[in-house]
């Protein structure tokens, strides 16, 4: 698809080209006006893309610290209430009764 853009400071239009010289060099062929105009084009497109799949997935990191820490907390009251059992179990004594009595 063509893309025709109009009244463009000159100026814009040397700092293009020079950095599109400069690609040249670099590159060891010849980098035109036209293939610069498209890389910017697409890295702002590409940017954009890359932008929202970041938010994404902090939101997936958020969400998977939030269950990570709600299975976490589950975890420790399984751990407390067999501690309390096998308490119960080993002198009769319930430990909240103890705790109660302090």
């Known amino acids: 698809m063509d893309i025709l853009i109009r009244d463009i400071d000159p100026s814009y239009i040397k700092e293009i080209d020079k950095r599109s010289e400069e690609?040249?060099?670099?590159?060891g062929r010849n980098f035109s006006?036209?293939?610069?105009?498209?890389?910017?084009i697409q890295n702002d497109c590409e940017l954009r893309l890359t932008k929202i799949k970041e938010d994404k997935f902090d939101h997936a990191v958020d969400n998977l610290v939030t269950t990570l820490s709600r299975q976490e907390e589950t975890l420790q009251n399984f751990i407390n209430s067999n501690n309390r059992l096998f308490h119960l179990l080993a002198t009769g004594i319930d430990i909240n009764e103890e705790?109660?009595?302090l």
């Open 33 to 40: 006006r036209n293939e610069y105009i498209r890389m910017l």
């Open 23 to 27: 690609l040249t060099e670099k590159l």
């Open 99 to 101: 705790v109660e009595k």
